[in-house]
């Protein structure tokens, strides 16, 4: 599965030196999480397709795209957002077009300037598990702004008839100094509930 170079003498070869990466650590529970999160991993690069597939079946990666040029990449980041969102990870130059084009563009700290440079987050430790840490907190951020929007909506549908004096009748009345105590208060709960996402 590596790439082979060989050194040629007379027309003789007279050795070769093979090249391949080696995996990151934290590469396949990354591989693992997606998959779990019924997220499909694939495989796009410009390595050979023997390379390409040893690593993959390494870490359990199924779709696997190889030998492709920047705008083979490109191309097909288009073609899966046509059915779904998709997050490009890459490092290198011929990954910036892709990290630019996909909705969420994820960059290895240790790649090229072109490539950070091109994506929405960077991995500053380089370590393909953090995008597992990312996915987490993305969810949980979310979960905390439906929360809070819950919570200023439905504190505004209570508050504000009682401040217009809806309930005046049955002598439920709140005063503009309370109200402004009341309204300041419900800042304060959004505020400490977005700081929870820190636990």
């Known amino acids: 599965g590596n790439s082979l170079s060989y050194v040629i003498n007379n027309d003789n070869v007279i050795g070769f030196i093979a090249e391949g990466d080696s995996i990151k650590p934290g590469a396949k529970d990354m591989i693992e999480y997606l998959k779990s999160q019924n997220i499909t991993p ?9 390379a390409a597939e040893k690593v993959a079946s390494l870490l359990g990666i199924t779709e696997v795209n190889a ?14 957002q046509q059915t779904d969102s998709v997050m490009f ?41 953090d995008v597992i840490d990312l996915i987490k907190l993305a969810k949980q951020a979310r979960t905390k702004m439906i929360q809070n929007l819950w919570w200023g909506a439905g504190y505004n549908i209570i508050a504000l008839p009682l401040a217009a004096g809806l309930l005046s009748s049955i002598g439920i009345i709140i005063g503009p100094m309370l109200g402004a105590i009341i309204m300041s208060l419900s800042t304060v709960i959004v505020a400490i509930n977005a700081m929870t996402l820190r636990i």
């Open 42 to 50: 694939v495989m796009l690069t410009g390595d050979n397709q023997k």
């Open 67 to 80: 030998e492709l040029v920047p705008e083979d990449k490109q191309e097909l980041v288009s073609k899966y």
């Open 89 to 129: 990870i890459g490092d290198g130059v011929n990954d910036a077009p892709s990290l630019t084009k996909a909705d969420l563009g994820i960059a290895i700290g240790s790649g090229t300037d072109v490539a950070i440079d091109s994506a929405d987050v960077v991995l500053v430790n380089s370590n393909p598990a």
